[in-house]
């Protein structure tokens, strides 16, 4: 018996089942299971739903190189942004599931849109994917004017209670994951009014000058605080950042359950052949654990967090149901 000949047939047999398993008709799930066992033949498009520069972009571009080599074919970065990275997915999702059109998420268009826009998002965020991975994390900083007499998140607390309108605080867009950050600050007793920013450098300038007291968002405001331009009093991740480790976290403060991470994670289309999933998947695999590619990350302010598809499904469905509670609890207004 030629054993190559029957180990193909059992692959091909495993990618028409799978592609059958996720509703295809069977004629085309034939076809992609052949089409499974030479990807990728051609370059692969992928999308990232944010403009250039953006950390989901940033991350992206440590990845391509040795994605690319791994795969054997290049993975060329379309930018498509809009709507919180809602546009690009969509867009994505929309492609035939052949495995040559990618989207790389961030929380935001995979995640929390579907708290705040859940009548109107353009998609299922669980039934119109296919998750390849999770890649990284990033946590967001709490940080305040120096001038605010709090040195700590629960004095923070303790002080936006003590004034009539409480406290504004600075963040991106509506939605972001370092608004809804301040969302769930809300709920542990804070008293705070969001003001959104697009340009995230003003929201530094305002908030160094006085303009707005609080300010949630990335590592990027690492070198303000340094500055003594900002004050750090928390990370909401679940551990202290190894680029920051002087900033507790929110927990360890006693503030319980204050966790608030923004992360990225590369998807398909729904019905993308299971072969071509754990293809790309192990070229992803391989590139965030590359030392050299790791380091960046790193140094970007980024958290290597590897999920497989099935760790990534569960994951997601988990934020998912967080941001919901989190906006229903806080009384956000939702699909503005």
Not at 83 to 91: E, L, N, P, R
Request: aromatic share 6%; proline share 8%.
């Amino acid at each position: 018996m030629n054993t190559t000949n029957s180990t193909r047939r059992r692959y091909l047999q495993f990618g028409v089942a799978a592609a059958l398993a996720s509703g295809m008709p069977p004629a085309l799930a034939r076809k992609a299971s052949a089409s499974a066992d030479n990807y990728p033949n051609r370059p692969i498009r992928l999308v990232v739903p944010f403009p250039p520069g953006s950390a989901t972009d940033i991350m992206t571009r440590f990845l391509e190189p040795h994605m690319s080599q791994h795969l054997g074919q290049p993975l060329v970065i379309d930018n498509r942004p809009g709507g919180a990275g809602v546009i690009g997915a969509d867009f994505a999702r929309r492609a035939t599931p052949d495995g040559y059109t990618l989207v790389m998420d961030a929380a935001s268009s995979h995640s929390t849109m579907a708290a705040m826009r859940p009548t109107t998002l353009p998609y299922d965020i669980l039934t119109d994917f296919t998750s390849i991975g999770r890649a990284c994390t990033s946590a967001n900083v709490i940080a305040v004017n120096p001038s605010l007499p709090v040195h700590s998140l629960p004095e923070l607390i303790a002080y936006s209670n003590t004034l009539p309108e409480g406290l504004f605080f600075a963040s991106g867009s509506r939605g972001a994951s370092n608004h809804l950050a301040g969302e769930l600050l809300k709920t542990k007793g804070a008293k705070l009014t969001h003001v959104p920013y697009i340009n995230m450098g003003q929201a530094i300038t305002d908030t160094s000058g006085g303009t707005v007291p609080i300010l949630i968002y990335t590592v990027a405001l690492l070198p303000f605080i340094r500055d003594g331009k900002l004050r750090g009093i928390a990370v909401t991740s679940e551990n202290r950042l190894r680029q920051a480790p002087e900033i507790p976290t929110a927990i360890e403060q006693g503030v319980d359950g204050m966790v608030a991470m923004s992360w990225f994670g590369l998807f398909g289309p729904a019905g993308l052949p299971t072969p071509i999933r754990d293809k790309v998947f192990a070229a992803l695999s391989s590139a965030v654990n590359d030392p050299g590619v790791s380091q960046k990350l790193v140094d970007a302010g980024l958290e290597c967090a590897l999920l497989d598809p099935a760790e990534t499904d569960e994951f997601v469905a988990r934020d998912i149901a967080l941001w919901k509670e989190v906006v229903k609890r806080a009384g956000v207004p939702v699909d503005e």
